[in-house]
T-cell receptor, first 111, second 114 residues
């Protein structure tokens, strides 16, 4: 089982749609969880951290279920500018802290 | 407001040539990472460093070497380039890795080995 697995996608949705991304991780000792966004031919950038209690940032909601080792990202009222690849990222390792990325899911929001 | 700077941005190498990719960060971060990104494979960790003078292997270290002689710099070396090393290379840095630590990425180096 890969360390971090995401929906393979791609997702094509109309403007205004709600879209959900799912991610699972294999290391139960993982410490921190994130969603990153990567635009075409650009570097990844942090979208939001993911907390056990769930967290929301405007149209974006992230959830973490440690028991199921599952992370999700929900985008409501999607915009054209949301088109990008979304990367699930898991941090682990204690003092040898490192980030492991999922392969990413490409989202295209259509007018 | 530099953040993480990678040099060079683009490079074409012939098989067997060597080169060094430079990553510099001005945020006083302890942790630095080198990733490669290939179509369908996502970002894969090559090597990383948890502090000045330390390095560790990641998921795909073969064919690469690294050095972290200064806290702000993390160098990635290819001793004898192979076509399989054609990729986009990203460097990243982060604070001491506890809690919800953000990693900042450089703009990437597009390397082609012919």
């Amino acid at each position: 089982r890969k360390e971090v697995e995401q929906d393979p996608g791609p997702f094509n949705v109309p403007e205004g749609a709600t879209v959900a991304f799912n991610c699972t991780y294999s290391n139960s000792a993982s410490q921190s969880f994130f969603w990153y966004r990567q635009d075409c031919r650009k570097e990844p950038k942090l979208l939001m951290s993911v907390y056990s209690s769930g967290n929301e940032d405007g149209r974006f909601t992230a959830q973490l279920n440690r028991a199921s080792q599952y992370i999700s990202l929900l985008i409501r009222d999607s915009k054209l500018s949301d088109s990008a690849t979304y990367l699930c990222v898991v941090a682990s390792g204690g003092s040898n802290y490192k980030l492991t990325f999922g392969k990413g899911t490409l989202l295209t929001v259509n007018p | 407001n530099a953040g993480v700077t990678q040099t060079p941005k683009f490079r074409v190498l012939k098989t067997g040539q060597s080169m060094t990719l430079l990553c510099a960060q001005d945020m006083n971060h302890e942790y630095m990472y080198w990733y490669r990104q290939d179509p369908g494979m996502g970002l894969r960790l090559i090597h990383y460093s948890v502090g000045e003078g330390t390095t560790a292997k990641g998921e795909v270290p073969d064919g690469y070497n690294v050095s972290r002689l200064k806290k702000q710099n993390f160098l990635l070396g290819l001793e004898s380039a192979a076509p399989s090393q054609t990729s986009v290379y990203f460097c990243a840095s982060s604070y001491w890795g506890q809690g919800t630590t953000e990693a900042f990425f450089g703009q990437g180096t597009r390397l082609t080995v012919v």
